[in-house]
């Protein structure tokens, strides 16, 4: 049996939790039964660095340059249209792929429904548009969680029969587990909170630094956020405006130097105000670090009672959750252990099974 991933992730993200989860289906999937393949010319990928693609070199680099978004779009569809392959994989919703792979099977994996849910985010974007045809399209969809489950049914009306729900498991890249010379330069503030992934919109990341700013001179921490851009000038702007320009910083990191900023952190908060999984928490449960969540969307299903929940729309109260940790090292110790025994739940092993069998079911 062989299934077929494209492009579109591989292009859009350098790193990423989509990109992280496709690489690891990729990787892991194959067995005696199942061969998978990337339709892919050249990527930046991190997760990707180590394979090797028809232009994955110099003279790629020289022939399609600043182009191998639209390289890998064309050679995508070829793949699509004229290669053999049993499914379809696509690993985003974009729908340029329908036309080539009439009468083939496609799953799609929909990681959560946000551009449905807060389209006021997303102006101009056809995201939304997009799902809503791939959806239509897909023979089978995978959910990553019970909550993304229910949106698809209660939002886009699809039949239950249609989906599957194989969460998420923990994919830090276990083969690169030594830091950089770089890395093992740097010295880490003595107590931090962490953020990390995305700061825009829903994300709520100018609401969480304007809560816990006081936190920070008062307790004489620091915030350090990773898996993100640069600050932009309006975050800057906000920070002076906070007085915390000085005790917020951003790192671009390996999954080692990842690992190491968990498990050092007093804290690490996800105050995004929809999530289809949260892969984060997860991360932070391995490293042993507490977990502070919004009470919304996936959280209480992934993190059960393995962190503390504040409530998104009163004022404060992500603030009071912070603080009560920054009092109470006993609450922060058994939070992690209670992180460590969740994590469990939720193995790489068994996504990769589940959608291995998925795969054979639908075959």
Same mark, same amino acid.
């Given at each position: 049996m062989?299934?077929?991933?494209?492009?579109?992730? *591989? %292009?859009?993200?350098? +790193?990423g939790?989509?990109?992280? #989860?496709?690489? &690891? !289906?990729?990787?892991?999937?194959?067995?005696?039964?199942?061969?998978?393949?990337?339709?892919?010319?050249?990527?930046?990928?991190?997760?990707?660095?180590?394979?090797?693609?028809?232009?994955?070199?110099?003279?790629?680099?020289?022939?399609?340059?600043?182009?191998?978004?639209?390289?890998?779009?064309?050679?995508?569809?070829?793949?699509?249209? *004229? %290669?053999?392959?049993? +499914?379809?994989?696509?690993?985003? #919703?974009?729908? &340029? !792929?329908?036309?080539?792979?009439?009468?083939?099977?496609?799953?799609?994996?929909?990681?959560?429904?946000?551009?449905?849910?807060?389209?006021?985010?997303?102006?101009?974007d056809?995201?939304?548009?997009?799902?809503?045809?791939?959806?239509a399209r897909?023979?089978?969809?995978?959910?990553?969680?019970?909550?993304?489950?229910?949106?698809?049914?209660?939002?886009?009306?699809?039949?239950?029969?249609?989906?599957?729900?194989?969460?998420?498991?923990?994919?830090?890249?276990?083969?690169?587990?030594?830091?950089?010379?770089?890395?093992?330069?740097?010295?880490?503030?003595?107590?931090?909170?962490?953020?990390?992934?995305?700061?825009?919109?829903?994300?709520?990341?100018?609401?969480?630094v304007?809560?816990?700013?006081?936190?920070?001179?008062?307790?004489?921490?620091?915030?350090?956020?990773?898996?993100?851009?640069?600050?932009?000038?309006?975050?800057?702007?906000l920070?002076?405006?906070?007085?915390?320009?000085?005790?917020?910083?951003?790192?671009?990191?390996?999954?080692?130097?990842l690992?190491?900023?968990?498990?050092?952190?007093?804290?690490?908060?996800?105050?995004?105000?929809?999530?289809?999984?949260?892969?984060?928490?997860?991360?932070?449960?391995?490293?042993?670090?507490?977990?502070?969540?919004?009470?919304?969307s996936?959280?209480?299903?992934?993190?059960?009672?393995?962190?503390?929940?504040?409530?998104?729309?009163?004022?404060?109260?992500?603030?009071?959750?912070?603080?009560?940790?920054?009092?109470?090292?006993?609450?922060?110790?058994?939070?992690?252990?209670?992180?460590?025994?969740?994590?469990?739940?939720?193995?790489?092993?068994?996504?990769?099974?589940?959608?291995?069998?998925?795969?054979?079911?639908?075959?």
């Amino acid at each position: 049996m062989k299934i077929l991933y494209d492009y579109q992730m *591989f %292009s859009i993200q350098r +790193i990423g939790g989509i990109s992280r #989860y496709f690489s &690891y !289906l990729y990787r892991h999937i194959p067995d005696e039964r199942i061969e998978t393949s990337l339709a892919l010319l050249y990527t930046q990928n991190v997760y990707l660095q180590d394979e090797q693609f028809p232009l994955q070199n110099g003279l790629g680099r020289v022939l399609i340059g600043k182009h191998f978004r639209d390289a890998n779009k064309l050679y995508s569809k070829y793949r699509i249209r *004229f %290669s053999e392959y049993d +499914i379809l994989h696509p690993t985003y #919703y974009k729908p &340029y !792929l329908i036309p080539d792979a009439r009468g083939r099977k496609v799953v799609l994996t929909v990681h959560d429904l946000i551009h449905q849910i807060f389209p006021q985010y997303f102006p101009g974007d056809k995201t939304g548009e997009w799902q809503h045809r791939m959806i239509a399209r897909a023979d089978h969809l995978i959910a990553i969680s019970e909550n993304t489950k229910r949106d698809l049914m209660e939002l886009m009306k699809v039949p239950e029969e249609k989906i599957t729900v194989i969460h998420h498991g923990l994919m830090l890249d276990t083969h690169r587990k030594s830091l950089s010379e770089e890395e093992q330069s740097w010295i880490l503030p003595k107590d931090y909170i962490l953020f990390v992934g995305d700061r825009s919109r829903y994300k709520n990341f100018v609401g969480f630094v304007t809560d816990v700013a006081p936190l920070l001179g008062e307790y004489d921490i620091r915030l350090i956020c990773t898996g993100g851009k640069a600050f932009s000038s309006e975050e800057q702007q906000l920070f002076r405006t906070l007085d915390v320009e000085n005790r917020v910083s951003q790192m671009t990191v390996s999954d080692a130097m990842l690992e190491e900023l968990y498990r050092k952190a007093i804290c690490f908060v996800y105050p995004s105000l929809y999530e289809g999984f949260g892969l984060p928490v997860l991360e932070a449960y391995q490293a042993g670090c507490p977990v502070v969540l919004t009470r919304a969307s996936c959280f209480p299903e992934i993190a059960g009672e393995a962190a503390l929940y504040f409530e998104p729309e009163r004022e404060g109260s992500m603030r009071e959750s912070v603080r009560s940790l920054l009092d109470d090292t006993e609450r922060r110790r058994q939070l992690s252990e209670a992180g460590r025994t969740r994590l469990t739940l939720f193995s790489a092993e068994q996504m990769v099974e589940k959608t291995r069998n998925l795969y054979l079911r639908l075959k």
